[in-house]
């Protein structure tokens, strides 16, 4: 049994969410300690690798692939350009480059998370 409409619906709930919270970590003159005080780019791989399971999840009728990857990792560029604009942020290729790997330890777990019971719908078709 593969996903139902309702668990779907959740996971684009979260999509969504977690857009909203990354954008404003991203765009935020504010200082956020914890945050900070983890490494950035693992801040940014992490931040990729959960937007990319709530991506891959929320449109389980389209493999983890080309488009789903380019459409995350264009989000990633359009928050540094965007950052290149603001007097209190910096454009880093360097973010760039985290949030792609974030992408593709995504695209290396799904052997694991097969495992869990309640993920595994994902893949049932």
Same mark, same amino acid.
């Given at each position: ?11 684009? @709930? &979260? %999509?969504? &969410? +977690?857009?909203?919270? @990354?954008?404003? &970590?991203?765009? !935020?003159? +504010? ?6 005080? @983890?490494?950035? #780019? ?8 959960? %937007?990319?399971?709530? !991506? ?7 493999k983890y692939? $080309?488009? #789903?990857?380019?459409? /995350? ?5 359009? @928050?540094e350009l965007?950052? #290149?604009? %603001?007097?209190? $942020?910096?454009?880093? +290729? $360097? ?9 593709? +330890?995504?695209? /290396? ?5 097969r495992r869990?019971?309640? %993920? ?6």
């Amino acid at each position: 049994m593969a996903l139902d409409r309702s668990h779907i619906r959740w996971f684009r @709930i &979260l %999509l969504g &969410l +977690l857009v909203i919270v @990354i954008s404003y &970590l991203a765009f !935020t003159p +504010l200082h956020h300690p914890i945050v900070e005080r @983890i490494w950035d #780019k693992l801040n940014h791989a992490a931040a990729f690798g959960v %937007l990319a399971f709530a !991506t891959d999840f929320s449109f389980p009728d389209r493999k983890y692939g $080309r488009s #789903k990857i380019l459409a /995350l990792l264009a989000y990633g560029v359009a @928050i540094e350009l965007i950052q #290149k604009m %603001l007097p209190y $942020r910096d454009f880093e +290729l $360097r973010d760039v480059v985290a949030d792609a790997a974030g992408l593709l +330890l995504y695209g /290396l777990m799904p052997p694991i998370l097969r495992r869990i019971p309640a %993920l595994r719908e994902r893949w049932i078709a």
